[in-house]
């Protein structure tokens, strides 16, 4: 749904240059939730505005659902744009127009006849829950509804896709998930694909399925969520489902293991110890339920070197386990 390649821009000024995306190559299929991570500065806000073109990129191709935005002009891509909703970490709501006037505001500029607007702002309010907020002004609004109504806005033009710039980040804990929780509705319901940037790794555990680490304007590493796990030295992976537990230990082999989907509560290291008659210990680990992928991680020790576990260590590989040896 979202193809970009090669993409690059530099913001350049009298004392210096900044390449704020540097090469990024990124495919989002359709109806994934594909989630940039990064810190301030790495380049993620520019990589979002590239998307839609709010920035222009110096080079690289943008495609999303088919058309090459990269190479529209600006009426055309006037149009597409409508194809693209995007929300606001800080909302960007018009103080003067009450909700349902913040949502049909975006009908008023693609020419949605004015009983049609009435009735589509209605079916948008009610979608996000806020049917009883209609008009409200945003002053009168939580941080959440605001939101709520930023979302709203951005599905008027019943978009493919949805970019989503830091939108839980002035959020607290708890209204942060109630967002999540309806982009995750929406993602499922009306198969919305959605690309968001935040620099929280809770965003991504809860609702991605893919995700890429940006760092100095590039993609350091990316993937499905399920892959990423089972990767070894994942620093991905490493974020999102930490393990704890030593390792080295004297006399053992220390190796994590990482097993995602149906195999996650697969009796895989009971069957260990019995096939090859090991005293395995759990370091650490756990069994979680990731935005799309069930997944479990382990720490193991197996007493003896690692030429005297190739054969456990094969044995787990070949269940479909991604095995890493920490000593
Ligand atoms: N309009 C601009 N003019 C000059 N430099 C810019 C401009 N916009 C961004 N930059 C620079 O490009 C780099 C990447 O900025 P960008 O906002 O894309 O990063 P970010 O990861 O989104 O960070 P944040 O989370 O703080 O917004 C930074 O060094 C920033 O200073």
Known sequence: MIEISGLRKTYRSRQRSVAAVDGVDLSVGEGEVYGVLGRSGAGKSTLLRC????????????????VELTRLRRRELRLARHRIGMIHQHFALLSSRTVAGNVAFALEVTGVPRAERRARVAELLELVGLADRADAYPAQLSGGQKQRVGIARA????????????????????TTDSILRLLLDLNRRLGLT?????????????????????????FVESGAVGDLLQRPGSELARDLFPLEGPTELPGATVVDVTVSGADADAPLIAELARRFDTD????????????????????????????????????????????????
Do not use: Y
């Open 51 to 66: 998307v839609n073109m709010l920035e222009r990129p110096d080079a690289g191709t943008v495609t999303v659902g088919g």
């Open 280 to 327: 395995v210990r759990i370091l650490g680990g756990a069994v979680e339920t990731l935005a799309a992928t069930r997944a479990g991680r382990w720490r193991l020790a197996l007493p003896g070197g690692p030429d005297e576990n190739s054969a456990a260590l094969e044995f787990l590989r070949s269940r479909g386990a991604g095995v890493g040896v920490a000593s």
């Open 194 to 218: 959605i690309l968001l940037i935040t620099h929280e790794m809770a965003v991504v555990k809860r609702i991605c399925t893919s995700a890429a680490i940006m760092r100095d304007g590039r």
């Open 155 to 174: 599905l008027a033009a019943r978009p493919q896709v949805l970019l989503s710039d830091e939108a839980t980040s002035a959020l607290d804990p708890e």
